[in-house]
């Protein structure tokens, strides 16, 4: 396709040759070797055909490419012939204009680049062609010049700051100026390497014109870090923390307002409370414009603005391609004379207007300097006295609205042109549109200034009231500091919280994750977060989770140039956050707050918080046992840890932070605490509280003076409370010390009865013989016992008394009793004729098996005698009834 375009683009572009030579009767070849186009047109064509039927006859892709691949030489001439292909290409591209880099890639995404590559680059050369062919049929010949390769016009926004229609041809040229492209990065010529450290600003000041009180001695010496070579490797605001640190120097000086105490007792003249006369603006043609980018000439400008009583200033900022933002521009208008500063070119020796900035003998007016204050101080370390906002007066004044295009329209009867207001003003050098839109700004401020007084003074009557409360806002947004975005945890929260979505916890992780990376890689690069990831893009990747990087390109258009190249490691981030939990919006979040899921009180309360009118329905079906429950806290965002295992509660359990009759915990190490709390802390302590007298006594809002005074009645009340809890701590000491003596006492008597118990219980064991002392003796009087008369029953046993006669006469060596509390049976106690074969009692229970049996002990009973009455010598049986199958009539053993 490219080979083809480039013949077309030669062909058309030296059939323009031909055109243009229509003139001359001499014929000369086109190229050589050919004639005229349609000879060169046809060998092109040949010639592409021929290159598509090679490729065609290459080994197609598959096992058949595999198998030649496997042979050396076809690798090498595969990867020869590649580089050559590559090689052409780039030649081609370099011709027409596009990037020719297609060698020198990542082997990671070489594929993906080169592919890129080819289709812008054939979009340019086919784009190029139609052009050409165009002028060729003698279409569109009447066209402006084409712009260069790659640039797009950008569209016309029409918003609020543009919504003109009616504008000429040359203004909407003025609209490529608001996407300027290939700006030379002018953080590069900075003297002063931009902190974007996640460290508090520290105020650039190091001198003090105008002063009432000195400068600290900190910024005074602040020069003296730059001969610190061990600091080099950190970033400056935390160079100078530690540098803090070391020398033992106070830390509020460093964050504090350096024109604090002037502002404080700055004082209102009587000239500026009473009714001007407006002093009328000279036409912008007959007023001169000096643009200063020169020390010298800054230096002659500070010098005249000194002489003056007032002037007006703006600025210009450009916050797209920067993490802090930059103050590209600053216009300071006299009544006489306009002045366009290149703070860019002049960054770091701005400080030189300092001396009329804080002279408070002459106003400086702007219109809404809220920002204006804080970027001044963040660049270049300025600070301003006797400031009037001309925006506050509008605001007083009750206006329709409080632009300073409606100021404009309503005192001067000008209509600027807001157009340039979103324009990138870091272009060097400036086009004349751009000048004329700055001086704008500033040229007719001082007659505004003028008016608004005047109408001020005539709004209330002639009082000076409502005039002197505009000096003291506009004082008041002098006195504002320049806070640097510091990153923590937490901070996402507060941007979804401004988004307004609702996350499940693989989505808050991941939004949390792509914050932190958007963050750091603004820092690193020294680019705005909108630039690296803008917010919706980064909201529609947390939602959609894309499994693959084609994914997360897929939900950015366009694709932000940093995503581009860093889209692996945010395929990563997004991996981590699809391997989270899946939980509910509502339960992670309340497991992150550490709050419990709200429950109906067991008891009723009557206030604001009171949970025990609400519906069953309104409840969360949760129990206690669910969430891991922490202690709520309702007045402030830093809330206890307190493990989940330690306090479970079913209800909301919060301690108030501001308190009457509670006793409030003190820390004792004052020293960790910042400078602000310990001055609130101060302020607290130097008030007395007036139920101090109905509590014990406590440091916390007791001023440490009335305290140590005998004469007040704090020193009384909290001696009194001294005495009361001395007494009652002996008091309890005392009835310890008694229970003690009392537990010792019962101690010794349990233990004194379990001795004696023992000793009685050892001597009781004594004369008493063992089971097996008793088995002993038995064995040795079985020779007697076997020469007694078998068949008689009640001989059979030996009589216990003898037995124990015998055991008695006879000497035994006794066993030591066991030390356990086993008390061993007494034989010698026991009825031993139990065992001698006695009837038991008949059963009253009906036994079926047992009636016949007892039918034939009536019926031997009658007339003949029983074997079985002699006793139990033997077994007879009964001739021709044999019971044998009876269990009941086995022979006992």
């Given at each position: 396709m490219m080979a083809s375009s480039k013949t077309n683009n030669s062909a058309n572009s030296s059939l323009q040759d031909t055109a243009s030579d229509t003139t001359d009767e001499e014929k000369t070849e086109l190229c050589p070797g050919f004639k005229d186009v349609d000879a060169f047109v046809k060998y092109g064509l040949g010639a592409v055909l021929s290159a598509t039927k090679a490729s065609a006859a290459l080994p197609q892709a598959g096992d058949e490419y595999d198998f030649y691949r496997s042979f050396p030489g076809f690798q090498e001439f595969c990867e020869s012939q590649g580089d050559r292909l590559l090689h052409c290409m780039s030649q081609i591209m370099q011709h027409h204009g596009c990037r020719s880099h297609m060698r020198d890639r990542n082997k990671l995404t070489a594929l993906e680049e080169r592919f890129d590559l080819v289709v812008d680059s054939n979009d340019v050369i086919l784009e190029r062609v139609g052009i050409l062919l165009d002028e060729a049929d003698g279409v569109n010949r009447s066209q402006q010049p084409v712009m260069p390769a790659g640039f797009q016009p950008p569209k016309i926004v029409v918003s609020s700051w543009n919504r003109k229609g009616t504008g000429s041809g040359s203004r909407s040229e003025m609209f490529r100026l608001l996407h300027a492209k290939n700006v030379a990065r002018p953080q590069l010529k900075f003297k002063e390497k931009v902190d974007n450290s996640n460290t508090p600003f520290i105020p650039k000041i190091f001198i003090k014109p105008n002063a009432q009180k000195p400068l600290p001695c900190y910024f005074?010496?602040?020069?003296?870090?730059?001969?610190?070579?061990?600091?080099?490797?950190?970033?400056?605001?935390?160079a100078d923390f530690i540098h803090q640190q070391r020398t033992q120097e106070h830390v509020e000086d460093m964050f504090a307002h350096p024109y604090q105490y002037e502002?404080?007792?700055?004082?209102?003249?009587?000239?500026?409370?009473?009714?001007?006369?407006?002093?009328?603006?000279?036409?912008?043609?007959?007023?001169?414009?000096?643009?200063?980018?020169?020390?010298?000439?800054?230096?002659?400008?500070?010098?005249?603005?000194?002489?003056?009583?007032?002037?007006?200033?703006?600025?210009?900022?450009?916050?797209?391609?920067?993490?802090?933002?930059?103050?590209?521009?600053?216009?300071?208008?006299?009544?006489?004379?306009d002045f366009i500063i290149d703070t860019l070119e002049l960054r770091s020796e701005m400080y030189v207007l300092n001396e009329a900035f804080t002279d408070p003998a002459i106003v400086k007016v702007f219109h809404g300097a809220d920002s204006d204050i804080e970027w001044l101080q963040r660049d270049f370390g300025l600070y301003v006295v006797r400031l009037f906002d001309t925006h506050q007066a509008s605001r007083a004044l009750n206006l329709a609205r409080h632009s300073l295009d409606h100021l404009l329209t309503h005192f001067c009867n000008v209509s600027s042109d807001k157009r340039y207001q979103l324009a990138d003003w870091r272009i060097r050098p400036l086009p004349d549109e751009m000048v004329q839109y700055a001086r704008t700004d500033t040229h007719y401020l001082l007659y505004i200034y003028d008016c608004v007084r005047a109408q001020l003074l005539d709004f209330n009557h002639g009082q000076p009231?409502?005039?002197?409360?505009?000096?003291?806002?506009?004082?008041?947004?002098?006195?504002?500091?320049?806070?640097?975005?510091?990153f923590t945890e937490e901070s996402y929260l507060e941007l979804q919280r401004k988004q307004k979505r609702s996350f499940n916890t693989q989505q808050l992780t991941a939004f949390r994750l792509l914050f932190a990376w958007r963050d750091k890689l603004a820092r690193q690069e020294d680019e705005s977060t909108g630039y690296v990831l803008p917010t919706h893009m980064m909201i529609k990747i947390s939602e959609e989770l894309p499994k693959e990087p084609q994914g997360i390109i897929a939900c950015c258009n366009p694709v932000p140039p940093l995503v581009r190249q860093q889209v692996n490691e945010l395929h990563l981030l997004v991996q981590q956050?699809?391997?989270?939990?899946?939980?509910?919006?509502?339960?992670?979040?309340?497991?992150?707050?550490?709050?419990?899921?709200?429950?109906?009180?067991?008891?009723?309360?009557?206030?604001?918080?009171?949970?025990?009118?609400?519906?069953?329905?309104?409840?969360?079906?949760?129990?206690?046992?669910?969430?891991?429950?922490?202690?709520?806290?309702?007045?402030?965002?830093?809330?206890?840890?307190?493990?989940?295992d330690v306090q479970k509660t079913s209800g909301l359990v919060a301690a108030a932070k501001i308190t009457l009759f509670e006793e409030v915990k003190t820390r004792n190490d004052q020293e960790s605490l910042p400078v602000a709390q310990m001055k609130a802390r101060r302020i607290i302590e130097s008030f007395e509280n007036p139920f101090r007298m109905y509590l014990p006594s406590s440091d916390v809002h007791i001023s440490k003076n009335a305290k140590f005074d005998?004469?007040?009645?704090?020193?009384?009340?909290?001696?009194?409370?001294?005495?009361?809890?001395?007494?009652?701590?002996?008091?309890?000491?005392?009835?310890?010390?008694?229970?003690?003596?009392?537990?010792?006492?019962?101690?010794?008597?349990?233990?004194?009865?379990?001795?004696?118990?023992?000793?009685?219980?050892?001597?009781?064991?004594?004369?008493?013989?063992?089971?097996?002392?008793?088995?002993?003796?038995?064995?040795?009087?079985?020779?007697?016992?076997?020469?007694?008369?078998?068949?008689?029953?009640?001989?059979?046993?030996?009589?216990?008394?003898?037995?124990?006669?015998?055991?008695?006469?006879?000497?035994?060596?006794?066993?030591?009793?066991?030390?356990?509390s086993f008390k061993p049976f007494d034989y010698s106690q026991s009825d031993l004729k139990v065992f001698a074969g006695a009837k038991s009692k008949e059963s009253t229970q009906f036994d079926p098996n047992q009636q016949a049996h007892d039918f034939k002990k009536k019926k031997i009973s009658k007339g003949q005698k029983s074997n079985s009455g002699a006793g139990g010598r033997s077994m007879s049986f009964l001739a021709g009834k044999s019971d044998r199958g009876f269990r009941h009539n086995w022979p006992k053993r």
């Open positions: 005074t010496n602040k020069q003296i870090r730059k001969q610190r070579p061990e600091d080099l490797d950190v970033p400056a605001a935390l502002l404080d007792h700055l004082t209102i003249p009587e000239s500026l409370l009473s009714k001007p006369e407006p002093q009328m603006y000279k036409p912008v043609t007959e007023t001169k414009c000096s643009f200063i980018d020169t020390l010298e000439d800054l230096v002659a400008l500070n010098e005249k603005l000194c002489k003056l009583s007032e002037f007006a200033v703006d600025l210009e900022h450009h916050s797209y391609r920067s993490f802090l933002g930059l103050t590209s521009l600053m216009q300071i208008s006299t009544r006489e004379e009231g409502l005039l002197q409360s505009v000096w003291n806002k506009s004082k008041d947004i002098s006195l504002k500091k320049y806070v640097k975005p510091i956050a699809r391997e989270m939990p899946l939980l509910k919006a509502e339960i992670a979040a309340q497991k992150k707050k550490g709050l419990t899921p709200i429950k109906k009180p067991e008891v009723t309360l009557f206030g604001p918080h009171d949970t025990s009118r609400v519906s069953e329905s309104e409840l969360h079906p949760f129990s206690p046992d669910e969430l891991p429950v922490k202690q709520g806290v309702l007045f402030s965002d830093d809330e206890p840890k307190i493990d989940a005998p004469s007040s009645k704090i020193f009384e009340i909290s001696k009194r409370w001294k005495l009361q809890s001395i007494e009652q701590q002996q008091k309890e000491i005392e009835t310890k010390r008694k229970v003690k003596e009392e537990a010792k006492d019962h101690a010794k008597k349990v233990a004194e009865e379990r001795n004696k118990a023992k000793q009685s219980y050892q001597e009781s064991l004594q004369n008493v013989a063992t089971v097996r002392q008793q088995a002993a003796e038995s064995a040795k009087g079985s020779a007697k016992k076997r020469e007694r008369v078998a068949s008689e029953v009640g001989e059979s046993t030996p009589k216990p008394s003898k037995k124990l006669m015998k055991s008695a006469e006879k000497p035994q060596k006794t066993e030591a009793p066991p030390q356990d």
